[in-house]
């Protein structure tokens, strides 16, 4: 196992472990600030390998906020350890998500759709986006002073993935679809949620299973609805 820590904006790290044989890496973001925040915690299984990368960047007594994009053993598995290490932080996640307190520790404050927190320099914005990419509680963060937007599961790639790339994303996301049709469910309100998506403009997608593009981010988003859309034989 491995994991490796880049700078994908100021004070903005993607700490990634890579398990051989896992088939994904497994990516968390750590907003550096005056009120620093955690996006994604990982599984339990990689918990000490965080842990310690988030260690070399920060004062974990310090963290303010644990944010994640679905209740998913990867997105949030670790949250309780956690919150252990961090005895200050809190967890945050969209209002449906929210619902999700019995499996944690602290109880997790709902942060409304759009509502923005301010951590200091940076501020992060929260979009519910339902079934996007996979599950109705799913939410995606913006962090709007360097547009970069946390796409989680969107733009799967298979095996170790580079840290950034402004190479093709698509493509490896499609072969992932190949394989797992149903990996993105595709709905009535799948267009409505790419289309805000789209229309904030972003300079960077960070993804959970995928590198940090550096792209053309909205005709990015764009080509991967509209083959979502063609592979399930729907208009977009």
């Known amino acids: 196992m491995s994991t490796e820590v880049h700078e994908i904006a100021p004070d903005i790290f993607r700490i990634a472990t890579y398990r051989e044989g896992g088939g994904v890496t497994f990516v968390q973001f750590l907003i550096r600030d005056d009120e620093p925040l955690l996006y994604h915690t990982g599984g339990r299984a990689i918990f000490d390998e965080t842990r310690e990368a988030l260690n070399s960047l920060i004062d974990l007594a310090k963290l303010r906020y644990i944010g994640w994009s679905h209740l998913e053993a990867d997105e949030c598995g670790a949250l309780n350890d956690f919150l252990g290490v961090a005895p200050n932080a809190e967890p945050v996640q969209g209002p449906l998500g929210s619902r ?24 992060l914005r929260f979009i519910t986006t339902p079934h996007v990419p996979h599950s109705w509680d799913a939410i995606t963060a913006y962090e709007e002073t360097t547009g970069t937007l946390f796409v989680s599961d969107l733009f799967t790639a298979f095996g170790r993935t580079t840290a950034v790339t402004d190479k093709d994303i698509v493509e490896p996301a499609l072969a992932v679809l190949d394989q797992m049709p149903d990996y993105l469910p595709v709905g009535p309100h799948t267009s409505r949620v790419f289309e805000r998506l789209e229309a904030l403009q972003p300079n960077v997608l960070a ?24 592979k399930a034989g729907l208009p977009v």
Request: hydrophobic share 35%; proline share 4%.
């Open 100 to 123: 999700a307190g019995d499996f944690f520790t602290k109880p997790i404050r709902a942060i409304a759709d759009g509502e923005t927190l301010d951590l200091g320099q940076r501020r």
């Open 207 to 230: 993804g959970h299973h995928s590198p940090t593009y550096f792209g053309d981010a909205t005709q990015a988003l764009r080509d991967l609805r509209g083959e979502m859309f063609r």
